[in-house]
């Protein structure tokens, strides 16, 4: 798996990682025993970043991840946690003292010392502008409670404004062939501050997988159910905000376009990987054969699939199908 530098912090990162919303809650149940196996399954083939967050299960998913760590020393992995959700998103709660309690919670969950890595987790805008922010952030790289910190965002006006501060590490934000609105500004601006990019729902919340149909129904605690239209957070991180039926319409045509024995999740991921900028892509996996899968398009991202062919399709698909409803939201 080819590594990139992650930012400043002097830290590699595998192009494809892993995220593990799913193996805390949200997607339906995953067991402990077969999250340990997705965690295995994707450091075995060169994943050496998963991403969490503290609420992801109310801590599940970190503690899970934690405990697998501790059986492999000298893993090599790094492990970017996320926080800010353990409240209500008003700026009144983005405070030093919260901070360092929620800091305090993953480090216990993980069982670590210093976090490797922390976002805030989609924070309001006021909040990523202030610079009260980033001094309390400052101040618990100062105290080694964390190594470095990033911010984990919805929109583009959002990354842009966490990529101007000086000791931001790394922004993370919806990027995949239904959300190109990142490669207007996002992507060049991070390029040139020396600002790691994580794309998150890389696959559309699975819709990109190509196997969803009309007839496809999701158990009623997946957030493909309950938040299909924002009815519990931004309608962005479920189908990254694409009409499900407009959603299939466009996979059928990019399925269309790639060549035989070449995937659509695999040729997204390895497109989004090839984009200038993109330092790791992480997608989920509820198994271990979706974790194989994920970590094998980070080789189909380093050869050549006819992916600048593929990039002039997903770019037509999206200006026909999709950039009126969704460019101007996030």
Excluded at 22 to 47: F, H, I, K, N, P
Excluded at 190 to 218: D, I, M, Q
Aim: charged share 20%.
């Amino acid at each position: 798996m080819n590594q990139r530098p992650l930012a400043r912090t002097g830290r590699n990162v595998s192009t494809i990682g892993l995220g593990t919303w799913q193996l805390g809650a949200d997607w339906g149940s995953v067991s402990e025993e077969d999250a340990t196996a997705v965690l295995a399954a994707s450091a075995d083939a060169g994943v050496t970043l998963f991403d969490t967050a503290d609420v992801y299960g109310d801590g599940r998913s970190e503690s899970i991840i934690g405990g697998f760590l501790a059986s492999r020393p000298g893993h090599g992995i790094t492990v970017a946690t996320k926080m800010g959700r353990r409240m209500a998103q008003e700026p009144e709660n983005y405070v030093p003292e919260n901070f360092r309690a929620w800091t305090d919670r993953s480090r216990n969950n993980l069982g670590v010392d210093t976090l490797d890595l922390v976002q805030l987790h989609c924070a309001p805008i006021t909040v990523i502008n202030s610079d009260e922010t980033y001094d309390a952030l400052d101040a618990l790289v100062t105290d080694g409670a964390i190594a470095a910190y990033g911010v984990s965002v919805e929109t583009t006006a959002q990354a842009l404004a966490a990529i101007s501060r000086p000791n931001v590490s790394n922004v993370q934000i919806i990027f995949n062939p239904f959300r190109l609105k990142p490669l207007d500004e996002v992507l060049p601006a991070a390029e040139a501050a020396g600002v790691a990019v994580f794309a998150r729902v890389p696959l559309a919340s699975g819709l990109l997988s190509g196997k969803y149909t009309a007839t496809t129904t999701f158990a009623e605690n997946d957030h493909r159910t309950y938040n299909r239209h924002g009815e519990a957070f931004d309608r962005g991180e479920t189908f990254s905000g694409v009409e499900f039926s407009v959603g299939l319409e466009a996979v059928a045509e990019l399925t269309r376009a790639l060549p035989d024995g070449v995937s659509l999740p695999a040729a997204t991921l390895a497109w989004i990987a090839s984009r200038t900028g993109v330092t790791s892509v992480i997608p989920g996996a509820r198994n271990v054969s979706q974790a194989r899968a994920n970590a094998d398009a980070g080789a189909l991202a380093e050869g050549d699939f006819g992916v600048d062919s593929f990039d002039s399709v997903i770019r037509n698909v999206y200006d026909r199908l999709l950039r009126d409803a969704i460019h101007p939201q996030w």
